[in-house]
């Protein structure tokens, strides 16, 4: 049901009549949100803390250089109310808000900013409560914890239930769950977001709903849909999911001099095959030969099995034998432990460090994705091999698909990856130093790299993972205008494929004043779009664009030929 507005909101209502200076904006915010009166909360440029807050949770040090633009208030509510008060006080005064969990969007447009308003950031890591129910099969999560945190404290509860979530263990789950949620019980139970029974939602009247208040429409959107479009989410209902009391995990490496290239060519036709339980995915870096300087190309296979090693063994030497995986390789231990094994963390770290929200390692990076649908040839992966090596620090993560992941459709969620993808690659270029020679030359590389491997991967459209966000693919107007969905299909296609149109028309039912945005968040439907330029409306009025039959290419196309409605 809808949570109505405490009477303290009609105040808020009432004081911001007197707010119009547009160059006392930020000062008017502050004061709006100080009926709060929470020590601790606010921190301007000028706070001792606001640079250690800022930085606390970010996770691509790219994003945060000298030279990044920087909030101009950092808000850290502690309650859902806090939230609420400051969307009414932002939408009131046309200020731009960022919403903050974890800080690992890879463009960091969670906590910075490439659009010219200035912004606030409103700062969730207070927000981190968690309520395992194993009665009700079920856990609820506030959005600023982390996913490791949400796994220790269901572990801490039962050895024999889990919940189907991401790798990394330090990520928010208030924006991973928004994008998909992949993780090692993938091909068992499929996404995260597969397995949600209910959220809570603030919309831009700031108003908290939940999913029956909400309607199934925005319950679907925001389950894969990306961050920052419809609302703030903080917290998630999730389904708990069964775990054996023992799993096995092995992390298995070759080398270009141990025959990676025919071991990797084979695992692609076999990794998507294979038994369900088994999530066997590839980490792909460059490495130096022990005892010299000569460089060359790991692949190193890190895997989970949801049962023994005996069966394990049993399923490997029968599919994969050309791995030559050993029982010495693996590792049998509590589905709990395994979370810190996949994630990197050495076998000495204790379960308990999941609870401190630290990533494993930080540092400047670009990053991109794509999904494969058919084998890459051995001439093909050789050339990957040739190009890695003549880039410091490049890695690949390869992670399969199939099992559970192709057996629900592409329209059950906004995540559409799902049948006839083989697996997903990650790119990932990082590098030392903030220069910004340094990041040229970096993202030089990673740009030719993705453009070669544009021959083996998905097309029409080429698709990417809207949690890798990627702003080469195309970002939305930088003044903060409306954009087009013919131009905002140049990377909404890419992420959501024909799920994209019904995002749009959620957003446009849920957020018409477009409210939520950011570089790429999705755009409204043309025709309640307030501000437009001089004749475009008329002619998106008359025009389809899109790539079906008679589909026309370009909003220069619906203009010199009109004809109905748009569709991309």
């Known amino acids: 049901m809808t949570l109505f507005l405490p009477s303290i909101f009609l105040l808020i209502l009432s004081s911001l009549a007197q707010f119009s200076s547009s160059n006392q904006i930020q000062h008017n915010f502050h004061e709006c949100l100080s009926i709060i009166q929470t020590p601790n909360t606010f921190f301007t440029p000028q706070s001792p803390n606001y640079t250690i807050i800022l930085k606390s949770t970010a996770e691509n040090l790219r994003c945060i250089t000298p030279s990044n633009p920087k909030p101009e208030l950092i808000f850290t509510p502690l309650n859902e109310s806090h939230i ?10 046309k200020i731009q808000l960022r919403f903050r969990s974890g800080g690992h969007d890879y463009e960091g447009i969670s906590y910075t900013s490439a659009m010219d308003p200035p912004f606030v950031l409103i700062d969730l890591s207070k927000m981190r409560a968690i309520n395992v129910d194993l009665d009700d099969n079920s856990v609820w999560v506030e959005a600023g914890a982390t996913i490791g945190e949400l796994y220790y404290r269901v572990a801490e509860k039962s050895k024999t ?50 999913r029956k208040s909400m309607g199934e429409d925005v319950f679907w959107a925001i389950r894969g849909g990306g961050g920052g479009s419809y609302g703030v989410i903080v917290s998630w209902k999730l389904k708990l999911v069964p775990v054996p009391s023992i799993v096995t995990v092995f992390n298995v490496p070759r080398t270009l001099e141990q025959g990676a290239t025919k071991i990797l060519y084979k695992w692609q036709y076999v990794a998507p095959q294979i038994d369900d339980d088994l999530f066997m995915r590839v980490l792909i870096q460059n490495m130096n030969l022990p005892n010299t300087t000569k460089r060359t190309t790991s692949t190193s296979y890190n895997a989970l099995f949801l049962g023994g090693v005996d069966r394990l063994l049993e399923i490997m030497n029968r599919t994969f034998p050309e791995l030559g995986l050993e029982k010495t390789d693996c590792f049998e231990m509590r589905w709990i432990e395994s979370v810190m094994f996949i994630a990197g963390f050495p076998k000495t770290v204790p379960t308990s460090f999941l609870l401190t929200a630290k990533p494993a390692f930080i540092s400047q990076f ?203």
């Open 84 to 93: 609420q008060t400051a969307v009414i006080c932002a939408n009131k005064l």
């Open 161 to 210: 239930h889990g919940v189907v979530g991401g790798l990394c263990t330090s990520v928010g789950v208030g924006g991973h769950f928004t994008g998909g949620a992949y993780g090692s019980m993938m091909r068992k139970y499929g996404l995260g977001v597969d397995n949600f029974l209910d959220a809570k939602i603030i919309n831009a009247k700031g108003e908290i709903l939940d």
């Open 366 to 568: 670009k990053a991109k994705s794509d999904f494969v649908k058919g084998p890459i040839w051995e001439t093909g992966i050789e050339g990957i091999w040739k190009r890695f090596l003549q880039e410091e620090n490049p890695s690949m993560v390869w992670n399969p698909y199939g099992g559970m992941m192709g057996r629900i459709p592409e329209s059950a969620t906004p995540f559409p990856h799902r049948n006839g993808v083989l697996f997903k690659i990650q790119y990932v270029n990082s590098w030392i130093g903030d220069s910004k020679d340094a990041m040229k030359k970096h993202y030089k590389w990673i740009g030719k790299f993705y453009k070669y491997m544009g021959q083996y991967v998905s097309k029409d459209p080429r698709e990417a993972y809207v949690n890798y966000r990627d702003l080469d693919l195309g970002m939305n107007e930088k003044n903060g205008d409306n954009t087009s969905v013919v131009k905002a299909s140049s990377w909404g296609r890419k992420y959501f494929k024909d799920n994209f149109m019904r995002l749009v028309k959620v957003k446009t039912e849920f957020d018409p004043d477009n409210f939520f945005r950011h570089e790429q968040s999705i755009p409204l439907e043309w025709s309640r779009q307030k501000v437009l330029p001089h004749g475009v409306s008329a002619a998106m009025n008359s025009c389809r664009v899109g790539k079906g039959e008679g589909g026309l290419k370009s909003v220069n196309d619906c203009r010199m030929r009109g004809r109905c409605r748009e569709r991309v």
